[in-house]
């Protein structure tokens, strides 16, 4: 029910914005077209400091909005067709500026950074019961979906969209408590039962950008939207990413030692993870698979790109295959010549050349092999023989 609504009201947000730019394209509106350009254009110019950026943007909202109303293209329109054009230019203009409004300052990228990686390491050991969620409040099915609709958020540009993406999640999780209020027959304690169940349902999903999501929303959408329902669940989910960047083992229903070695062990498989993210991308060998460098039990390392197939070949793989080419038939020259010149305690046939990648291969292993036995037998010679 709450994945066709989300999907109805993102159709019905498309309608909105189409029906708005259908507007801006009659030669009646050309003075607002002018407005909204001129607007973009010396937004994009002016210095970053998003308290001001925020208050411009507000301010401009209104003055257009005075300005449709008197527009003789919204004359004897509907409030619900005049509000349509409102986000229709709600999201044409943060659109335009989302690269210069969304996520600009290094400290809130960095908070974000922060955000995900302390939340990375709670999806590994936090469970619902830690944060006193009942068990029958426990649903998977429907928190998968509130998760879902929660990483949607970075889908989109226009501050509506963002929050309706958080109000389709909460949504979710509000008739979750409703239908087990009614089964169980218990009374929904609010804020009591909901944030609880919207922090853990947060942690499984770690939104991309979670702290420059909600600071956009914040700043940019218009400020008459920002009531009811809307400010109800946008507040709790900023109060769920307060909880999350404070949460120790006071805020859980944990042993503070089992909590603690858990973050520890948390935070070791993040830096493992980091360094082979790290390996893999400074690693010559853009795959292991396609090169099978894999280590076997033994410690021996396969043979490299014995798995590889033509198309898979980069021009660094090609530099890679002739120089170890180049040392395989050293290598197999150098061997060739000692087993032609063999020692005077040792006679063997000569060898055929072999023909095949795979035959050169175990020639070369066979000639390493009879190399090693005529030095054990030299050295194990007494002197003055």
Avoid at 6 to 18: I, L
Avoid at 231 to 259: C, G, H, P, R
Avoid at 341 to 358: E, F, I, N, Q, Y
Wanted: one cysteine or more; glycine letters at 2%; a negative charge.
């Amino acid at each position: 029910m709450d994945t066709v609504a989300s999907q109805s009201s993102s159709s019905s947000s498309s309608v909105m914005f189409y029906d708005f730019l259908d507007k801006m394209r009659n030669p009646a509106s050309l003075n607002l077209v002018k407005s909204i350009k001129s607007f973009i254009v010396s937004f994009q110019f002016s210095s970053a400091n998003p308290e001001n950026d925020s208050k411009r943007v507000q301010e401009f909202f209104s003055t257009m909005e005075a300005a449709i109303m008197e527009h003789p293209l919204w004359a004897g329109a509907t409030d619900d067709e005049f509000d349509c054009s409102m986000e229709g230019l709600e999201k044409y203009i943060m659109t335009k500026l989302f690269s210069r409004t969304f996520a600009i300052s290094p400290e809130d990228v960095q908070i974000d950074q922060e955000i995900s990686e302390k939340i990375h390491m709670l999806q590994s050991f936090l469970r619902p019961e830690h944060l006193d969620i009942p068990p029958f409040l426990q649903n998977e099915a429907s928190w998968l979906l509130a998760e879902k609709e929660l990483q949607k958020i970075n889908a989109f540009r226009a501050p509506r969209e963002k929050l309706h993406c958080i109000m389709s999640c909460c949504r979710i999780i509000n008739n979750l408590l409703l239908n087990a209020s009614m089964s169980e027959n218990h009374v929904v304690g609010g804020a009591d039962d909901f944030l609880p169940v919207l922090i853990y349902v947060t942690i499984k999903a770690n939104p991309p950008q979670l702290h420059s999501n909600l600071k956009y929303i914040q700043l940019y959408r218009r400020q008459e939207k920002m009531v009811s329902e809307p400010a109800y669940y946008f507040t709790n989910l900023v109060s769920a990413k307060s909880f999350i960047v404070q949460l120790d083992a006071k805020s859980l229903s944990m042993d503070e030692i089992e909590f603690e070695e858990s973050m520890q062990a948390a935070k070791l498989d993040c830096k493992v993870s980091q360094l082979e993210a790290s390996q893999a991308q400074t690693d010559p060998l853009p795959s292991t698979r396609m090169h099978g460098m894999k280590t076997n039990i033994d410690g021996r390392s396969n043979y490299p790109y014995m798995e590889a197939e033509p198309g898979e070949l980069t021009v660094e793989d090609v530099e890679r295959l002739l120089s170890l080419y180049k040392d395989v038939v050293t290598k197999y020259s150098n061997l060739c010549r000692a087993v032609r010149h063999p020692s005077a305690t040792r006679t063997g046939p000569s060898l055929p050349v072999p023909k095949g990648r795979d035959d050169i291969l175990l020639q070369l292993e066979g000639q390493a092999q009879m190399i090693r036995e005529e030095k054990a037998e030299v050295s194990d010679t007494p002197k003055g023989c």
